[in-house]
């Protein structure tokens, strides 16, 4: 079946430094690719999602690039924030808009 | 504004008792869903409905039920809860079922503890 995987489950840096999660996918069709964050107590909102053309979707800093060669969706961002502290999830579109399959989500903690 | 509302926030039930865990959306979307979060886990999907009356079972559909009369509301039912159901459940909806890369937007999900 279609399954994500976000291989870090906690991430801790320093402000300001450089930051990339993995998101990798498997899938029996083409689908679309999504990063969600959840911020501390808050509802998980969409953060990016894939194109269907080669665009590279960007947010608040963050861009991620969809390689169906190597199934992955990885997020990044240059520098990361205070802000940036929250749980981000990778997830997939199911066929028949049948919901979104998430990853076990990755927490990302930025320290000053 | 758009907007998902999830009712309780928090909840603390007895092993057995019955559960009943609202939501409601302003958007006029055709899709909900409820998931339910877990630490460890990720988000699983319980149950998706694609409308009134028109619902279909998720991945971990197991003692819980849905009910949808109304296309802004939709209801999760657990009947007779049990401890392993201790979660933070979270409605979402999206705007039509044909269209696999629309946005899923979530309420501030309801705490339920089962004692």
């Known amino acids: 079946g279609d399954s994500v995987t976000q291989t870090e489950g906690l991430v801790t840096l320093t402000e300001g430094l450089p930051v990339m999660l993995n998101c990798t996918y498997q899938?029996?069709?083409?689908?679309?690719l999504f990063w969600y964050v959840q911020h501390l107590n808050e509802a998980p909102k969409l953060l990016l999602k894939s194109f269907t053309d080669n665009k590279r979707p960007e947010h608040q800093g963050f861009h991620a690039t969809l390689h169906k060669s190597s199934s992955s969706f990885h997020l990044q961002k240059s520098s990361a924030q205070l802000s940036d502290s929250a749980l981000y999830y990778c997830a997939l579109s199911r066929n028949y808009a049948q919901g979104l399959t998430f990853g076990l989500g990755t927490r990302v903690s930025v320290f000053p | 504004d758009m907007k998902v509302t999830q009712m309780p926030r928090y909840l603390i039930k007895r092993m057995g008792e019955n559960v009943l865990l609202e939501c409601g959306q302003d958007m006029s979307h055709e899709t909900m869903y409820w998931y339910r979060q877990d630490p460890g886990l990720g988000l699983q999907l319980i149950y998706i409905s694609y409308d009134v009356d028109s619902n279909s079972e998720g991945d971990i559909p197991k003692g819980y039920r849905v009910s949808r009369k109304k296309r802004e509301h939709f209801s999760l039912i657990l009947d007779s809860a049990k401890t392993n159901q201790t979660s933070v459940y979270f409605c979402a909806s999206s705007l039509s079922w044909g269209y696999s890369a629309e946005t899923l937007y979530f309420g501030s999900g309801t705490r339920l503890t089962v004692l």
């Open positions: 899938s029996t069709y083409s689908p679309f």
